[in-house]
């Protein structure tokens, strides 16, 4: 709220903002906030400002003028730098933030693993990395068909290897899936992206819009005629019906009772108690 007060009468406007009000304050002819116009002699007429708003430019809760014009022109050479300061610092964009984050690997965090199949839509098999070559031929169980995805970084980032041959799913620059022995690089990383056909799709992390995809006989897509919406590139994660990877997992062992020789202090108390 903003109030002018004269001498020769009271006249209260309220504003919507203190942006507004300051820039009426300042544009104000005859009656300038801290200045005093004569009107005739021995008259004066004093126009004072008080702005009372919680957050004023540059956290200014409370600003009351005096009657000094240097102070006038030095407050106002200070609203006009605590606007400039405001549009040289935009507000910070979170997405952005996100997206500049999720390009970053996590070299700190332990990886999460995760072993599964990735059933094809179109092909009616299971994703297979054979060396260099990738296809979606593989039937359930196949050993080749078991993979190994791990994190790279929050969102939904991930590195797919092949849990036989230890290659990685990657993408080249043409837009071919391959199988590379090193999987650091970010051709390497996909992001997992779940549909609302609770389908999965897999897109490249460094060739935006590139996504993994098979056709009905198994065999890979070029990525830059693939998009989200197409039945290629949906999968299902499914568990693995082969041996389990881990050893000490592969079957349920039952208690099994030990028999250790007595110990001294328990052949004490057995001859204790028969002498009782």
């Known amino acids: 709220v903003t109030s002018f007060v004269l001498k020769s009468g009271h006249v209260t406007r309220s504003l919507a903002s203190s942006d507004e009000a300051v820039k009426l304050c300042l544009q104000l002819t005859g009656v300038n906030c801290g200045s005093t116009t004569r009107v005739s002699p021995g008259q004066k007429r004093v126009a004072s400002c008080r702005l009372w708003q919680r957050s004023l430019p540059c956290g200014w809760s ?6 000094h014009p240097f102070t006038y022109r030095s407050f106002h050479f200070f609203v006009l730098w605590c606007h400039a300061q405001g549009e040289n610092h935009p507000s910070p964009n979170f997405n952005q933030y996100v997206r500049e984050q999720g390009a970053v690997t996590d070299q700190l965090s332990r990886r999460q693993v995760r072993v599964y199949q990735l059933y ?15 296809t979606a031929t593989a039937e359930d169980g196949n050993n080749y068909a078991r993979l190994f995805v791990e994190t790279d970084t929050f969102g939904s980032r991930v590195r797919i290897k092949g849990a036989e041959s230890g290659r990685y799913l990657c993408m080249n620059r043409k837009g071919k899936l391959v199988g590379k022995p090193n999987g650091r690089s970010r051709d390497c990383i996909f992001t997992e992206i779940v549909l609302e056909n609770n389908y999965t799709a897999f897109q490249n992390a460094k060739y935006e819009g590139w996504y993994v995809a098979f056709t009905r006989k198994g065999r890979p897509i070029k990525a830059s005629k693939t998009r989200e919406n197409q039945r290629e590139v949906h999968f299902i994660k499914r568990l693995h019906k082969g041996p389990l990877p881990f050893p000490n997992m592969d079957r349920i062992k039952h208690f099994e009772f030990i028999s250790f020789p007595p110990t001294r202090r328990a052949k004490r108390n057995r001859k204790s108690q028969t002498a009782a």
């Open 120 to 134: 094809s839509r179109t092909s009616g098999k299971h994703v297979q990395i054979q060396g260099k070559r990738v």
């Open 62 to 67: 409370c600003w009351e003028t005096t009657n």
